[in-house]
């Protein structure tokens, strides 16, 4: 179990230094400005026509890091990115040992936050923080405090969002003696290190729970829910063995093309390849061809409940899904019509397997992964294993009931995860401005 922050014990005394997002500090502790006592600099950008010849020698070369580079929960630096600045290369700034690295524009920026273990350079729109006057693994903390983060977010300027240099070497920081940046410093890499072992823990539980449900689903639509009926071979390799009774059809067997256009009062729906076939209107940020959605429905493709519609350019990413309401969808989507009485959902859950997904893939046509297609006429020879339908309901419950269970565990664990977040801010945050005495 953690300690709360409200138990930690706490300094004798505490004076107001006059500053709104700075909370009073301790008596003896002082407030300075960054330039005050640290090297600030941005690094350097890297022009595309020499970046393929900075990937080399990993073991002489320095990493070149970027913002994505840097795990924004973790603070860790993926060093092996492959991009590194030749040691001759005297043109690049480097970030020493024990330095921090701030991204200072952009989506990240005040967010991805990192501290060195070894020297190297990085991109203009991270900066480096370093110091001989104090504990540098102090000011990476105090970074990420909430004081700075107001001072950072207040400054923020541009079209895209950033803070100057000048401006950054302007933010106040709170100091205690150096024996007490130390001490702080080090009580923080150790309960850090156990939060995130404990939320690195409960990701993993996560993903557990995730290859357990489609496992689950694999098992189900494949092999039904009666371990005791008598098995076939399928014929086919990813299929392997079906219940005796279930039949392997191609999709032509089971589907129509539907090529009926849409028409006015339709909702326009969508096809994910993470959540399948939309069940509400598409918004028009998410319509980058709103002016079409508005003004000529006959573009679209009719769509009715209990058909299949996939996405040409995704179906090999898993972009296939169930309709469960009647409207249309992009003339970049092929519909299916079912023949026959079918429960879609239950062929959703199958054409969502990642085997079904690298059939598709495989019958995809194009050179590269974002120039292929999965026409009709390649959908429709795709192998389906087909149950009875009265299977096919049960097996869509039964998969509805597990993958419910599993979310509510997912939610449970999202919720603690986030919790841990919060209680790592918090306790890096009171630890740096002394609202807690750690010595």
């Keep these: 179990m953690m300690a709360t922050i409200a138990t930690m014990p706490k300094y004798e005394a505490y004076k107001n230094i006059g500053i709104d997002w700075i909370e009073p500090i301790p008596t003896d502790w002082n407030v300075r400005r960054l330039k005050q006592f640290a090297k600030i600099f941005n690094g350097d950008s890297i022009s595309p026509t020499i970046k393929d010849s900075f990937a080399s020698d990993k073991f002489s070369h320095r990493p070149y890091i970027a913002s994505k580079d840097i795990n ?21 700034r480097i970030a020493p040992p024990n330095a921090s690295l701030i991204c200072i524009e ?8 990192a501290f060195t273990d070894k020297e190297v350079c990085f991109v203009n729109k991270l900066a480096c923080l370093h110091s001989k006057k104090i504990f540098n693994k102090f000011i990476y903390y105090s970074l990420k405090a909430e004081a700075f983060q ?7 300027s541009g079209l895209i969002g950033g803070v100057a240099i ?10 205690p003696s150096f024996s007490e ?28 729970l995730k290859e357990r449900k489609q496992i689950i689903i694999q098992k189900a639509v494949t092999q039904g829910l ?10 086919v390799d990813w299929i392997g063995e079906i219940p005796e009774h279930w039949v392997i059809f191609a999709n032509r067997a089971l589907f129509f093309e539907r090529v009926e256009s849409g028409r006015i009062g339709l909702p326009l729906l969508s096809v994910s390849i993470h959540t399948g076939v939309s069940s509400e209107e598409i918004s028009e940020e998410e319509n980058v061809r709103g002016r079409v959605k508005i003004e000529d429905k006959s573009k679209y493709i009719l769509v009715k409940k209990g058909d299949i519609a996939f996405n040409m350019m995704r179906a090999w990413q898993g972009g296939i899904g169930a309709v469960s309401k009647e409207g249309m969808v992009s ?37 590269t992964d974002f120039r292929k297609r999965l026409y009709w006429d390649s959908f429709k020879q795709l192998n389906t294993v087909v149950p009875p339908i009265k299977e096919q309901l ?46």
Excluded: W
């Excluded at 929960?73 to 690049?92: C, H, K, L």
């Excluded at 107001?150 to 923020?156: P, V």
């Excluded at 299916?336 to 959703?348: D, G, H, L, R, V």
């Design 226 to 235: 009666n371990s005791n009926v008598p098995m076939k071979n399928s014929g």
């Design 394 to 439: 049960a097996i869509v419950g039964f998969i509805k009931d597990q993958s419910e269970k599993v979310e509510v565990s997912t939610a449970l664990l999202n919720n603690q995860i986030e919790k841990l977040k919060e209680y790592k801010i918090t306790l890096i945050n009171s630890a740096v401005t002394g609202k807690i005495k750690v010595i």
């Design 166 to 175: 000048s401006v950054l070497g302007n933010f106040s920081i709170v100091l």
């Design 181 to 208: 940046q130390t001490a702080i410093s080090n009580f923080l890499d150790k309960k850090t290190a156990q939060i995130d072992e404990a939320i690195a823990i409960k990701e993993q539980q996560i993903a557990l």
């Design 331 to 367: 003339p970049a989507y092929i519909v299916a019509k079912p023949k026959s009485i079918i429960n879609a959902e239950y062929f959703e859950y199958q054409y969502r397997c990642p085997e079904f997904i690298q059939q598709m893939d495989r019958f995809s046509k194009g050179i």
């Design 72 to 92: 924004a929960n973790t603070s860790a630096i993926d060093y092996d990115n492959g991009i590194r600045i030749p040691q001759e290369n005297m043109s690049f």
């Design 150 to 156: 107001i001072q950072f977010c207040l400054s923020m």
């Design 106 to 113: 952009g989506g990240s920026a005040g967010k991805k936050i």
